[in-house]
């Protein structure tokens, strides 16, 4: 495990996590994250899926941080037949699960590389959970090398490869083998699937940008940042803007 995982490092990430945000807050995250995988499994299973009309398949993309605020711009991109005919293929195919996500981002050339690859995680493990992992841009940019991967992985371990397919197995290693060791980690409380896993290399990227952000942005930008939780729900697609109360 120490040729793939730093365990100082993500000892020290999940005491700097518990000295900033209560147990509960994090446990109470991991279950948004099991809500939003029921809505996403009910949406895009073998029968429901091809009947989605773009307003349901809206309602999937806004689960997702990088689109959910590009619904527009994705259907004026790809028609709705294209998209559910691509992620049918990615969800279903029976290919290896490195050439559905290869050809994914293939298909959608047209889109940004962060939405093609974070959208392409996002459908893939919040459908099968137990079975796939997440890659967003702050787990690991890869023109950047910087996310929350970076700073818990052994110095010899390498992410990048030459197709993203392949980087999203490299991703899914260093993933399962921080998933392993949440007991020592001791993180395991928050939720022993891959959520809790999830909701722990959040914090680990979200500890890391507010220490830079403090570095470089004035006190002013630094008293508007949402606090750590909210941080976390946002990049992780759960967060929802509360309803402004009626007087």
Known sequence: MSQVIDMKACQEFMKETLGRIQKDDLVEIAAQLEEKSAFLKSNLNRVELP??????????????????????????????????????????????????????????????????????????????????????????????????????????????????????????????????????????????????TNVYLSCVYVIYAYTIFKVKMTEEFNKVMPPIAEFSKRILGVHEKRKPVAV
Do not use: C
């Open 51 to 196: 009947t989605l009309t773009v307003d349901e398949l809206t309602q999937v993309f806004k689960k997702v941080f990088v689109v959910n605020r590009k619904t527009k711009l994705l259907f004026e991109t790809y028609s709705l037949e294209e998209y559910k005919t691509s992620i049918y293929a990615l969800l279903y195919d029976e290919r290896p699960v490195k050439e559905r996500f290869q050809n994914f981002i293939d298909t959608h050339k047209k889109l940004d590389i962060y939405i093609r690859f974070d959208l392409a995680s996002e459908l893939l493990h919040y459908n099968e959970p137990n079975k796939y992992w997440l890659w967003s841009r702050w787990l690991w940019d890869p023109k950047l090398n910087t996310g929350a991967l970076p700073l818990v992985a052994s110095e010899d371990y390498k992410l990048s490869a030459a197709t993203y397919g392949e980087m999203y197995m490299n991703v899914g290693k260093a993933v399962a083998f921080i998933h392993e060791m949440a007991e020592a980690v001791e993180f395991q409380f928050i939720n022993r699937s891959l959520f809790g």
